[in-house]
């Protein structure tokens, strides 16, 4: 519900990334709305499909300096994980605090971790 309502009040220019203050962002993107787990009777991966294809970033950074897919697998989307690492997130990255996808992965499912670890990515 979240990802939809900011998706109609967004501006177009907002619809692909948040804007920026300086070299962090100061809210979340469109994507990151499509990754939190709120949104569970909305077709989280296609929405997360039809912005990456509109040019949303990827590796955009919430204040938390969260990605996109450090949010899905911490939520526990494994649909939402499944899109993003097809469409080319960085599976490696890691929020400021250090943690990575499988991080928290292990927060949320064991099916996240899985996918996580077919897609090779391992504990630190």
């Known amino acids: 519900m979240y990802a939809t309502r ?13 804007p920026t203050s300086g ?5 979340w993107s469109c994507l990151h709305f499509a990754c939190d787990g709120s949104d569970r009777t909305y077709f989280r991966a296609e929405l997360c499909r039809l912005l990456v294809a509109a040019h949303a970033d990827l590796e955009f950074r919430c ?10 697998t911490s939520t526990g989307q494994a649909d939402v994980v499944t899109a993003l690492l097809a469409l080319g997130a960085d599976r490696h ?3 400021y605090r250090g943690q990575g996808a499988y991080e928290g992965a292990l927060r949320s499912s064991g099916t996240i971790a899985q996918l996580l670890r077919d897609a090779g990515v391992h504990p630190r």
Do not use: H, R, Y
């Open 23 to 27: 070299d962090k962002p100061n809210g």
């Open 93 to 95: 990255a890691c929020n």
């Open 6 to 18: 900011a998706l109609l009040q967004a501006t177009p220019a907002e619809i692909i990334n948040s």
């Open 63 to 72: 204040p938390k300096g969260n990605t996109p897919l450090l949010l899905a």
